[in-house]
């Protein structure tokens, strides 16, 4: 176990580096399934995520490996062994992703049911019905999925899901590909990963089409081949290091990110006074605070992609702690996703937790250090932004949680100027 020692107060200035997309590439590594040619990733994130998935994908007997420096390697000639360990899946929920790809190229897969970070049900049951509806026998037993594809494999159908799901979307795609027929996804994902997945499957000879706002159309084809792709940046790392620089009141610039994926979250930064230069050609974007813009208090409300993102909502309530006036939260993706809020009590946000899916910040109120603990990736990402903009030294234990999903982030946070550093517990 380790921890994170912060001491805040200090304003960050500089330049970083924003990576590869978490939401992207494991999405990527589970397509490279799909061919036994040779598949390449760039600008893959060095984070545990990837690992665990690249140690689980070895298993099955697939070769996976790291080469120059940000690249991964892979080739899934043959699945010895299409088993997912239960203690594979209870570190991470899309293990589930490998459900459409294995039953699409080898006929069969056997998965626990998955784990990931504590922030609601996140049933599979999309997922499985949706295989069913394509011709798969899926049978849950003593807390595994046995699932089969039929013998002349999965067929093209029409799946609508009730709600948006993203990786429910993406995992019928990569079972699609291959399927006889067309497949339908009605009320299918928008987010810019799945966009950047479809365009990874499409270089492979994959036919599919964005025919309706939340329609998408797959014809399947016989066979992949392999590709070269690059993962596309991380919103979610890009809008924590623009909070970090909104919060410590200084100027930092984005490198790596395209600023259109992020029009929700830059809405909000309108609403809320951070100012900021966006450059989409540039692949930058800069937040200067360091002038000390007074922050307005702003109501906020999760919705599917492009509204308000769910991952978004716990890093921004600590902005809100700073904003002047009474911001509310309205968290409609998953319930139980504002534990974190309590941890900032701890460090004097002044929050009052309305029920499950609500909460109410007043501010502005001053942050002070404190021994706090992550229980999941960005509520990770949250107490240290609170950590960074509070007086004095916090303690931050659980940060297995933020090495899952940001790549070397105490490193990133030193060199623009944050006294951060990293002790065994």
């Known amino acids: 176990m380790q921890k994170f020692v912060i001491t805040g107060g200090r304003p960050l200035t500089g330049e970083v580096r ?18 036994d040619e040779r598949c390449v990733l760039r600008n893959v994130p060095k984070i545990s995520d990837v690992a665990i998935l690249r140690e689980l994908m070895t298993d099955i007997g697939f070769e996976v490996k790291r080469s120059n420096g940000d690249a991964l390697d892979i080739s899934a000639t043959d699945a010895q062994w299409p088993f997912v360990p239960l203690e594979a899946a209870l570190k991470m929920r899309a293990s589930f992703i490998l459900l459409g790809p294995m039953l699409a190229r080898f006929g069969r897969v056997i998965l626990p049911n998955p784990g990931g970070d504590r922030i609601g049900r996140r049933p599979v049951d999309f997922h499985v019905a949706a295989m069913e ?101 991380d919103r979610l790392e890009a809008e924590t290091f623009a909070i970090a620089a909104a919060i410590t009141r200084g100027e930092v ?16 930064c309108d609403r809320i006074g951070v100012p900021y230069e966006a450059d989409a050609a540039a692949a930058c974007l800069r937040v200067r605070c360091c002038d000390g813009p007074e922050l307005r208090a702003v109501d906020i409300r999760t919705d599917p992609y492009p509204g308000f993102a769910t991952d978004f909502q716990a890093p921004l309530s600590v902005l809100l702690t700073q904003a002047s006036g009474v911001s509310t939260i309205h968290e409609t993706i998953f319930e139980d996703r504002l534990d974190h809020l309590r941890e900032l009590q701890r460090m004097g946000a002044a929050v009052e937790i309305l029920d499950e899916r609500r909460a109410r910040i007043t501010g502005p109120t001053p942050l002070h250090g404190a021994e706090v603990s992550i229980a999941d990736l960005r509520a990770g990402a949250t107490l240290i932004l609170a950590a960074l903009a509070a007086t004095g030294t916090s303690v931050i234990s659980g940060i297995e949680h933020v090495d899952r999903g940001y790549e070397q982030i105490e490193a990133k946070l030193v060199a623009l100027g944050a006294q951060i550093n990293r002790i065994e517990a």
Do not use: C, Q, W
């Open 18 to 35: 924003i990576a590869g997309a978490k939401n992207a590439v494991l999405k990527m590594m589970a397509a490279a399934v799909l061919t």
């Open 253 to 268: 610039a984005l490198n790596g990110i395209n600023p259109e994926h992020m029009g929700a979250f830059l809405g909000v």
């Open 133 to 233: 509806r394509m011709g798969a026998s899926i049978v849950y037993r003593n807390g595994y999925y046995f699932a089969a594809a039929p013998s002349g494999g999965l067929r093209g159908a029409h799946v609508e899901f009730p709600m948006v799901t993203v990786m429910g979307t993406e995992n019928v795609i990569l079972a699609a590909t291959m399927a006889h027929g067309t497949t339908v996804i009605d009320n299918a994902a928008l987010e810019p990963e799945v966009d950047d997945l479809i365009a990874m499957l499409t270089t492979m000879g994959a036919r599919i089409a964005r025919t309706a706002e939340r329609r998408i159309e797959i014809e399947g084809v016989d066979r992949l081949g392999g590709t070269e792709h690059r993962v596309l940046g």
